[in-house]
């Protein structure tokens, strides 16, 4: 079972000597990284995306740290735009994609060869292109023989886990003026702003009983984490949550939105994870004085992090905890659930899932955003996990931006 040792949380050059690329310095930099691609964008004429003219359809083409842009883009888009919004990987790109579609291709690199194929056939194809990405590379010289729009990134963005705002920004962006989402600038601008006021918040400083980052790291190390969202925006930061404990924290995480996803979560709760399989038995206490090497390892708990959509819960009362947000892995206090809808019927179930969770042995950590647009909480929600899944690697000795066995993936795939 993972160990994470909360004095390697507060010593600044434990935290500094770990984070061999920044990571920490990189995600703090989320709403310098808006406002600046708000100006790139701007610059590079983001006004005449797709020739000013709606497209028939859109197809976001992006993977690995890029893939959340397809994924927010999707999301905002849901409710109010007039054409289908749709997300690929790699090719082949569909056949019905034509002169009278958008692809939006993202790579931070401009080199990442699913995106660049999928920019390169739709160029091919007559289709109008967005790109995101490195200036002067390959992505870069596919949009420009297209006369499509290109967007820069930036300096200094060296991962697309810790650059999603240089990415996704621009996107919504061209959206915005094509009709498709409502987000404006001043939405971007608003996201910006509590970004920063995060990353304040979540800063390597703090200490970790006022950090909310820190202290949901140190409670959901050693459990085996589920993610539970209530409505659409906190679906957002559950499927963020899965790749970056995974790909970061280095622990699988699986995740589901309510109201369709919460049984393959709720059965969790009868499995080998919570105390009694479910039935509610007190485990014994951890014995202090247990040999690692000759008693049997202590089984690992199950975590279950809970994602709310907006700042208050479905009763309408105000949450308490550090900056609109509610840590707890104690029994008692059932709390409803926000969202964008089904509000009422949502806190109740959510309401029953927490209690049966936490009755079940299981520690319960809830997250609520600011009041603000969509964007903006999805935002805040996005970049708590991110800092939490920051700090749970950095707290178990790992250096979050290194794997070796993603290096070695990568010699095998010749990447």
Not at 63 to 83: F, H, M, N
Not at 387 to 412: C, K
């Amino acid at each position: 079972m993972a160990h994470l040792d909360e004095s390697w949380l507060d010593d600044a050059g434990h935290l500094e000597r770990c984070d061999s690329r920044g990571s920490l310095r990189a995600l703090a930099t989320a709403g310098a990284q808006v406002r600046e691609a708000l100006t790139l964008a701007r610059e590079a004429g983001i006004d005449d995306v797709a020739g000013h003219e709606r497209p028939r359809s859109v197809l976001v083409g992006a993977l690995g740290g890029s893939e959340r842009v397809g994924d927010v883009l999707q999301t905002l888009a849901q409710p109010s735009s007039p054409v289908p919004v749709m997300t690929r990987r790699d090719v082949p790109l569909p056949g019905w994609v034509g002169p009278l579609d958008l692809v939006i291709a993202v790579s931070l690199s401009g080199r990442a060869e699913g995106p660049l194929a999928l920019a390169a056939e739709a160029a091919r194809r007559g289709a109008s292109l967005l790109t995101v990405g490195a200036d002067d590379s390959p992505l870069a010289d596919v949009c420009a023989r297209a006369r499509g729009v290109h967007i820069g990134v930036g300096r200094g963005r060296v991962s697309s886990r810790t650059s999603l705002w240089s990415l996704l920004t621009p996107v919504l962006m061209g959206a915005r003026r094509l009709g498709l989402v409502d987000v404006s600038d001043d939405d971007l601008l608003a996201a910006a702003a509590t970004l920063d006021a995060e990353s304040e918040t979540l800063r390597p400083s703090s200490e970790h009983f006022v950090n909310p980052a820190k202290l949901a790291a140190l409670q959901l190390a050693g459990t085996v984490p589920v993610a539970l969202a209530d409505g659409p925006v906190a679906a957002l930061a559950a499927r963020r949550a899965s790749s970056m404990f995974a790909r970061t924290a280095r622990v699988p995480m699986t995740w589901g939105e309510l109201p369709d996803d919460a049984a393959d979560l709720v059965a969790t709760l009868d499995g080998p994870f919570t105390a009694g399989a479910g039935e509610g038995a007190v485990s014994a206490p951890d014995d202090i004085f247990a040999d690692p090497f000759l008693d049997a390892p202590r089984q690992p708990s199950l975590g279950f992090l809970t994602l709310h959509s907006d700042a208050t819960g479905g009763s309408g009362a105000a949450r308490d905890g550090a900056d609109g947000f509610f840590v707890s892995d104690v029994p008692g206090g059932a709390s409803g659930l926000g969202g964008t809808g089904g509000v009422g019927a949502l806190a109740g179930v959510a309401s029953g899932i927490q209690e049966s969770a936490r009755a079940a042995g299981a520690v319960v950590v809830e997250m609520h955003p600011d009041a603000g647009p969509a964007i903006a909480r999805a935002a805040q929600l996005m970049h708590r996990v991110d800092f939490t899944a920051t700090y749970l690697a950095l707290g178990q000795g790992l250096d979050p931006a290194v794997s070796r066995h993603v290096t070695e993936l990568r010699d095998r795939l010749g990447r």
